[in-house]
């Protein structure tokens, strides 16, 4: 579906959708759940996106003008990761379970036209692996036990969840329904893998079985929900909710707010107040390796 490729490839351009004469200030923020709140560790007059959470809890990872860069849980910059060639890196990257390995969605700096692939690389960074042959493709999930991964992609127009060994080879199709399918997420027993979809005609979160079986909707309200990121304990998902609906895009630069979804009872509630955010505020897992707490963005304009 030609539309949705546009959508998705809309969202995926901040250029597109800053103000003219506005730049873009982004602030990292950790979440406690024990007492509720935030702590901003670090605000900068630039746009930087999508944190993950280091499986020793040591830093930070966030992307910002296609490189990968390392961020104290206290703030402190400590350097970017080594990617080799892989120097234009979207906001989909994120740990495997044990911590060794590194998932990396990038363009190709010799493809002018709008491109994402998936690479594999150590932790600690080195020479990078291509897994995906096709594009567009974004990662946003691996298995507990390392062997697969799962990620969305537009195939014949259309985006959908797939899968691939680690190891590289042919992909899996797990959903194929009419619009876009997103965000797929293992949880940490490998039972369920967690997407937003809009099979509903409203973006929700839905789980499915790991071989894509089972499609089961977790949200039902007339909010646009993304993203579900899932606790250590495998009890509860962040999700990123957009406070006006946005079809099947997930722009920058909205009103939204992160939400807790009870994974038994479907229960949600609010964890903070709406702020300016979207594309780039928690797009990968973000849990700290104790479960306790989360990193997302918060942005804001300020005139150039």
């Known amino acids: 579906m030609k539309k949705i490729l546009a959508l998705a490839l809309i969202a995926s351009s901040l250029s597109a959708q800053v103000p003219a004469g506005k730049k873009v200030i982004s602030s990292l923020y950790i979440y406690d759940l024990k007492s509720g709140k935030s702590e901003k560790i670090l605000e900068e007059k630039r746009h930087f996106e999508a944190p993950n959470w280091s499986r020793d809890g040591k830093f930070l990872l966030i992307n910002a003008y296609g490189k990968l860069e390392k961020i104290s849980p206290q703030g402190e910059k400590l350097g970017e990761l080594n990617t080799g060639t892989v120097q234009k890196a979207n906001n989909d990257h994120g740990f495997s379970f044990d911590g060794k390995t590194l998932y990396i969605s990038s363009a190709k700096a010799d493809i002018k036209e709008h491109t994402s692939f998936i690479y594999q690389v150590a932790a600690e960074g080195g020479t990078p692996v291509q897994l995906t042959p096709l594009t567009p493709s974004y990662w946003h999930g691996v298995s507990p036990d390392g062997k697969t991964m799962v990620y969305c992609a537009a195939r014949n127009g259309n985006y959908d969840v797939y899968a691939m060994s680690t190891n590289g080879g042919d992909e899996i199709r797990l959903t194929s329904t009419d619009g876009l399918d997103d965000g797929p997420e293992y949880s940490p027993d490998g039972k369920y893998i967690y997407i937003n979809s809009y099979r ?105």
């Not at 979160?205 to 929900?225: C, H, L, V």
């Open 200 to 304: 509903s005609g409203m973006m929700q979160i839905w789980r499915m079985k790991a071989d894509g079986s089972e499609p089961e909707q977790m949200t039902f309200d007339n909010y646009s929900n993304w993203f579900a990121h899932i606790a250590p304990n495998n009890n509860v998902a962040t999700i990123i909710t957009y406070l006006e609906d946005q079809a099947q895009a997930h722009p920058f630069g909205r009103q939204i707010k992160l939400r807790l979804l009870d994974l038994k009872t479907k229960k949600i509630k609010d964890l903070t107040e709406a702020f300016y955010g979207g594309q780039g505020t928690i797009n990968v897992p973000s849990w700290s390796p104790d479960g306790k707490k989360f990193a997302y963005v918060r942005y804001a304009l300020e005139d150039l």
